[in-house]
């Protein structure tokens, strides 16, 4: 299931004001937002993407040359693995697989981290406004 977030101008100016208190790098438009988290190391970035129904869709990925290098990594790794399974050589394929299997799980529990920080804090400014 996708974490959505309606489109509305409180919900704008409380986006904008993440970034003004220092808690996000990134910008908001009225298509899409960009966030990444002010903390270091971070080559995370929440998106969130404006859908048909009037809400923003949130998407979770690395930032440009992570991401670029990650699938360049997963393509060395497909063919190295293509390779020695031709040669009759399993132990490489296997510890692969399992590398990326666990890099993959720790992917999906960062997002939903990350997800969760970003709408605890938003849900935290909608409280303070009232």
Known sequence: MRQTITKSDKNLKILNKLIANGFYNGYVGTEKFELMRNRFPNNHRLIGILNDTG????KFDLKS???????????IGILISIMSLIKGDW?????????GLIMFVDFKLKE????NLFTD???????NEY
């Open 112 to 115: 939903k981290k990350e997800i």
């Open 65 to 75: 040359p992570m991401n670029i290098l990650a699938k360049v990594l997963l393509g």
């Open 55 to 58: 809400n923003y869709d949130l």
């Open 91 to 99: 132990i490489l394929p296997i510890a692969l697989a399992i590398f």
């Open 121 to 127: 804090k938003l849900l935290e400014f909608h409280k």
